[in-house]
């Protein structure tokens, strides 16, 4: 008899058990599917959309082009719950990458999301020389020395021009020619090209008929003070360089110059 009412015991415990494990999974369902609804009123609601995008700080390049290049990675959705034109989950990093990889005279890009607004701030790099690296590879380089863009022939005309025989330069020799570059400028020097030779020998073509020769192992600020040093001499005085052919730097603190005939 005992172990009839034992058995039914277990038999009903057995049934609640079930009904309650039953009951803990609905609910459980509920909670997740009322996460689900929250979540997707939340990334889906028209409320919380990126609905127009104003491009500022562009100089040169189209704003049309750039919005249309933003709006691309706006569209459609991440993992296929999230639209990507959400103000909270919008892909700001991939939006950035995708713009300095499509433009490459950006030199910045900043976002920031005001109301349904996508703010796109732009930096862009200005065009100070010319580098030309092979007979068909030319680039545009900043005053602080970075390539960007491609240079057309024209360009070659228009700006300061750094030829290599190399076929691609190394950051250390555009860094040196802009360093160059820039200390001329600063002594109202304007050069025409600065031109490397497989031999290591640079030659600097000025605006007014005249070159500057020197080793490509010399250290850029040594070369300028030097040159700086050579121009306060009487015999290099500014109303003498029309006439000047070449200065040479090749032989360290001796500064050998030529005149025209």
Request: charged fraction near 25%.
């Amino acid at each position: 008899m005992r172990q009839i009412v034992k058995a039914r015991k277990k038999s009903v415990e057995s049934r609640l058990g079930k009904r309650r494990k039953i009951a803990q999974s609905l609910l459980a369902v509920l909670f997740l599917g009322s996460i689900l609804f929250g979540l997707n009123y939340f990334l889906r609601d028209p409320i919380f959309e990126i609905n127009r995008v104003i491009i500022e700080g562009n100089e040169t390049l189209d704003q049309v082009v750039l919005i249309d290049n933003v709006n691309n990675s706006l569209a459609g959705s991440i993992l296929i719950l999230i639209p990507r034109n959400n103000k909270f989950a919008y892909p700001k990093n991939s939006i950035k990458e995708r713009l300095i990889y499509s433009f490459p005279k950006l030199k910045s890009v900043d976002l920031d999301v005001n109301g349904e607004v996508l703010n796109v701030s732009v930096e862009e790099y200005k065009e100070a020389y010319v580098y030309c690296f092979s007979d068909s590879v030319c680039q545009f380089v900043s005053s602080e020395g970075t390539l960007f863009g491609k240079a057309t022939e024209k360009d070659k005309t228009e700006y300061p021009l750094f030829i290599s025989p190399f076929s691609a330069p190394s950051q250390e020799e555009v860094n040196e020619n802009v360093t160059i570059a820039n200390g001329f400028a600063n002594m109202e020097v304007n050069i025409k090209s600065i031109e490397r030779h497989m031999n290591g020998d640079v030659v600097v073509s000025i605006v007014d008929g005249w070159q500057i020769k020197y080793s490509s192992n010399e250290e850029p600020t040594n070369i300028l003070k030097r040159f700086g040093l050579a121009l306060s001499s009487d015999s290099l005085s500014p109303d003498k360089l029309i006439n000047l052919e070449y200065i040479d730097l090749h032989f360290g603190n001796k500064v050998f110059y030529k005149y025209k005939e």
